[in-house]
């Protein structure tokens, strides 16, 4: 079964047309939104961040934070609850936090446009309790602010200079 998320207008309204998961035929002015989901462990100010398959068509090996499209039907807050969730197996419903920032991209030669709205959870978790979904995730580490800076300027971390204010 094909995953659909809806298509929004410039203003983030619900436009009642839907796309298909990478289906990237979209008009001008048409917009889906992604969620990323920042997981910060409180003890020592870590964050979990997680390695892309080797195999994913762009930005293999990079790193990044979780994430993915929102779903037809789905607000983006349902969504980076359940992307964190299948991607690192942590629930971060009860986690202080929530939504920090959005920012948008247009991109009309990719004709992908979308929004992407960040979220922060602070909580305490163990290495152990981090579950990754094998068909998204080549492994995980929890890294300090200057180790994810450090991947970003190497240009190897997903999103970096769009998000790295969340990590301050």
């Known amino acids: 079964m094909i995953e659909l998320w ?10 009642g047309k839907t796309m298909g998961y990478n289906d990237w035929h ?8 992604t969620v990323l989901g920042v997981v910060q462990r409180a003890s020592d100010g870590a964050f979990l961040i997680t390695q892309r398959r080797l195999d994913k068509e762009w930005g293999a090996g990079w790193w990044e934070i979780p994430g993915g499209g929102v ?3 789905e607000e983006p807050d349902q969504a980076v609850l359940r992307e964190i969730g299948e991607e690192t197996g942590l629930d971060v419903s009860d986690a202080e936090g929530g939504y920090v920032f959005s920012y948008k991209r247009v991109n009309p030669e990719e004709k992908n446009n979308y929004f992407v709205d960040i979220y922060k959870f602070v909580m305490e978790f163990d290495e152990a309790d ?10 995980f580490k929890l890294a300090q602010v200057e180790e994810i800076r450090e991947y970003g300027e190497q240009g190897i ?12």
Do not use: C, W
């Not at 809806?6 to 436009?15: L, M, V």
């Not at 981090?130 to 492994?139: H, L």
């Not at 971390?157 to 301050?168: A, G, Q, T």
């Open 71 to 73: 779903r037809a039907g």
């Open 26 to 33: 979209m008009e001008p002015g048409e917009f889906h939104i």
């Open 157 to 168: 971390f997903l999103h970096y200079d769009s998000i790295k204010r969340v990590f301050e």
């Open 130 to 139: 981090v579950r990754t979904q094998e068909e998204e995730v080549a492994g």
């Open 6 to 15: 809806d298509i929004y207008d410039e203003n983030r309204q619900r436009t």
